[in-house]
């Protein structure tokens, strides 16, 4: 009777995540969040009653889980593997739940062979408890939205409290915060890394890093070299703990060309990212864990892939380049500036956001301190330009960075960021902003704001 | 040129999120008011000669860093105790609890702590995380962020800020912080000096009253404005 009750209560909440979504797509809604928010509250434990295929793979970490989430897609789905994965960037347990529920019969079982989730770190716990998921992608955990997750320890025991030996992790080897998942995890383990590159760092690029010390032993670990952040090859003196040789290696990476060899095949890169680089040797590890053929990964990675972290428009014959930029992500942020610093023409930065997160209201701005700004003192950035609520706490973090006071724009709220653009900077514009801005500023210069932005 | 010595005491593991900022801060309101600042990154075995410097800072942890500056600087306590009421000790969010008699850990070990403070701290089972603003006679309104997986108890120390926005130091009452001349604490953490620049002048005047030198003044332009942008914007 018990059963019969809560099989009653499972099928009304995926007859009711259904109805919602078609109501959502009837009004032309974006329907990945709500339809799992309503759902998800009638009763929470829903996902654990659904009758799973034989593959059930989440990606997760601190950045990069969007980018291997669908380099994974897209092979599969171009060699005709029948994959349900979450298209949309919505990561959290209320978008997983929507998904799920959208693609289970009403009595509960999933209708096709491969779930693929890319799945935000603190929300993993929340939907599964153990023995469901079959394989786990870990791309990295680092220092990210305190207001959430506390601290990066907080983060691993999230992640580790829903794991037991049936899942098969792939982890990042490069990160020693993953590394140490060895002496947690009973199940299969398999590693990935980069190879040293020509801009291998031999001291950190960054200040803030956040293993500097051996997590097994506590004592100071060495580096042969950073690839930057915590990511690189370390070992411990004083214990056997090290980065070591890793089951699958990203090799010959060529940023500027865009290539990269794994297991001798080489790969094009969507773009010249070094984080784009780990997505494809975890996508390329993973695939092959679950027996896709090598020969089939190189080719799906070699086709054209349409996601990117850039965009690009024009300002009165200028190029005009939007960089996704995680806020409270040092490291993330910290590549965004990377790139920009790399390209050599002249060039203009704008920056800027009015909340934080989208998430929280909560506005801690402790992150600004954490990411290198003094990477902007280049003779080829002319003008950095600030915006948004927080306009001068970031003029301010320029300022210490010691950029000159004479390249530094802040941007009052009557005045218009195209126009000023326009009469007040030169050269090649990227923008690093949030959601928002960038949407309102994108329909700016499609002319869709009639000047009102 | 008078000289400040600043020793930013386990930098690489007490930096949970923008904490080294706070020496950026310090040095730039020093050196304004034409004082030479010498600062020096010291951590886990490192010789240090508590009686060189004039200042040290000490930033946040999680609580895996936190145990490992713990066993470091319980060995240090002696050299410690000798030197601490000449200098001036900062402590920002969960390091506070070096300075008390014990901690307490969730699984009830109880840690002896430096003793130099009469207070103790406990873990608390989950971590207390927000944004904070804090009342003071000392200066104006303290902005910040706390982030901390313990609280004070049996405080017998003046505190200097009534939280507004935010938890005290025992969650059961309002009030935070801990201002001596010779020790300041809060569980306010990140970036608190550049973000507060008023609160870093109350500080730098204190310490240059301390050597009878006259203080010139700094008034940070961008670090005020934005100051006021965030307390008008999170009135709103």
């Known amino acids: 009777m018990i059963l019969l009750v809560i099989n009653m209560i499972m099928m009304f909440q995926i007859i009711v995540n259904k109805f919602i979504t078609f109501i959502c797509k009837l009004f032309k809604r974006n329907g990945t969040v709500f339809p799992g928010s309503i759902s998800y509250n009638i009763n929470q434990k829903i996902l654990g009653k659904i009758r799973y295929p034989k593959y059930v793979i989440a990606v997760t970490g601190s950045s990069g889980k969007g980018t291997a989430t669908n380099l994974i897609a897209h092979t599969l789905k171009d060699h005709g593997y029948d994959v349900c994965y979450n298209e949309s960037d919505s990561n959290g347990i209320r978008a997983i739940t929507t998904l799920i529920l959208n693609n289970c019969t009403i009595f509960g079982k999933f209708k096709h062979d491969i779930l693929l989730m890319e799945i935000d770190e603190k929300h993993l716990h929340l939907a599964f408890t153990k023995n469901r998921m079959s394989h786990l992608v870990l791309t990295n955990i680092t220092r990210d939205q305190p207001v959430r997750n506390g601290s990066i320890d907080l983060v691993y025991n999230s992640i580790f409290d829903t794991l037991d030996k049936q899942t098969t992790l792939v982890i990042n080897a490069d990160d020693p915060g993953l590394k140490k998942c060895e002496k947690d995890h009973l199940g299969t383990i398999i590693t990935y890394g980069l190879a040293r590159t020509k801009d291998s760092y031999i001291k950190s690029d960054v200040k803030h890093i956040d293993y500097v010390y051996c997590p097994i032993c506590r004592r100071k670990l060495n580096y042969s070299f950073y690839h930057y952040g915590h990511f690189g090859n370390y070992f411990c003196k004083y214990c056997d703990f090290g980065r070591g040789n890793v089951n699958y290696e990203g090799t010959d990476i060529n940023l500027e060309h865009k290539v990269m060899k794994i297991e001798n095949h080489e790969v094009k890169l969507n773009e010249d990212f070094l984080y784009v680089a780990y997505a494809n040797v975890a996508a390329y590890a993973l695939l092959k864990t679950i027996g896709v053929k090598e020969e089939q990964i190189v080719e799906s990675f070699n086709k054209p892939i349409n996601f990117k972290r850039t965009i690009e428009y024009n300002l009165d014959n200028r190029k005009f380049m939007f960089l996704e930029s995680k806020n409270e992500n040092n490291l993330s942020y910290y590549q965004s500036l990377k790139f920009i610093t790399k390209k050599e023409e002249e060039k203009t930065i704008v920056l800027g956001f009015e909340n934080v997160s989208r998430r929280y209201k909560s506005n801690d701005l402790s992150w600004l301190w954490d990411i290198e700004f003094e990477l902007l003192n280049q003779n080829n950035i002319t003008d950095i330009v600030c915006i948004g609520k927080f306009k001068y706490d970031l003029a301010n973090r320029l300022d210490y960075a010691r950029i000159p006071k004479k390249k530094i724009h802040v941007l009052e709220e009557n005045e218009n960021l195209s126009t000023y653009l326009k009469n007040h900077t030169t050269g090649t514009i990227y923008a690093m902003l949030d959601f928002e801005m960038t949407i309102n500023l994108q329909k700016d210069l499609r002319g869709e704001n009639n000047g009102n932005n | ?236």
Request: hydrophobic share 40%.
């Open chain 2, 1 to 236: 040129m008078e000289t400040i010595k600043i020793a930013h005491l386990y930098y690489d593991l007490l930096n949970l999120y923008g904490e080294s900022a706070n020496i950026l801060s310090l040095k730039k309101h020093f050196e304004k008011n034409k004082i030479k600042v010498i600062t020096h990154f010291l951590s886990i075995d490192d010789e240090i000669d508590f009686n060189r410097y004039d200042i040290f800072y000490l930033g946040s942890g999680n609580l895996e860093t936190f145990l490992i500056v713990y066993a470091d600087i319980i060995k240090r306590k002696k050299e410690i105790k000798k030197v601490f009421k000449n200098k001036l000790f900062i402590a920002t969010g969960n390091s506070q609890i070096y300075f008390g008699k014990t901690f307490r850990t969730l699984d009830g070990k109880v840690l002896p702590m430096l003793d130099l403070l009469d207070f103790d701290s406990v873990e608390t089972d989950f971590q207390i995380v927000g944004e904070s603003i804090g009342k003071s006679d000392k200066t104006e309104p303290i902005i910040g962020f706390q982030n901390r997986f313990s609280v004070l108890k049996n405080i017998n120390e003046p505190r200097f800020i009534t939280m507004e926005v935010g938890t005290g130091s025992t969650i059961k009452d309002l009030e935070e912080g801990i201002f001596l001349p010779y020790y300041l604490g809060t569980y306010m953490l990140g970036p608190l000096f550049i973000r507060n620049p008023l609160f870093t002048e109350y500080i730098v005047k204190q310490e240059l009253e301390k050597r009878n030198i006259e203080y010139i003044g700094f008034h940070e332009e961008l670090a005020t404005k934005a100051y006021q942008n965030y307390l008008d914007n999170f009135e709103k």
